[in-house]
């Protein structure tokens, strides 16, 4: 996902990653039908995503499974 923007539903961790409006956009399922509006509008409109931020190597690496291993194995530690 680094550095393309995420249309997404606004469900489980996808949340943690994207900044609705910055990164990407976030939708609830009520609301799918704007979701649908949202991306007929921006395929036909590409450049106006240029605006947006990319997502930042800091932004997505803590979710990375190397990354969330060391954190649990230190978490494990701590209980012996």
């Known amino acids: 996902a680094h550095k393309k923007m995420i249309f997404a ?4 961790g996808i949340k ?3 900044d609705h409006g910055k990164n ?9 039908n704007k ?3 949202d991306l007929n ?10 605006s947006y931020t990319e997502y930042k190597s800091s932004d997505i690496e ?5 990354t969330t291993v060391q ?5 494990y ?3 012996n």
């Open 41 to 50: 509008y921006y395929a036909d409109h590409v450049s106006d995503l240029a």
């Open 35 to 37: 979701m649908i509006g």
């Open 71 to 75: 954190q649990m194995q230190k978490v």
């Open 62 to 66: 803590k979710f990375d499974i190397d």
């Open 24 to 32: 990407g956009f976030l939708y609830d399922l009520s609301h799918l």
């Open 16 to 18: 943690d990653i994207v």
């Open 77 to 79: 530690m701590t209980l």
């Open 9 to 12: 539903t606004n469900v489980g």
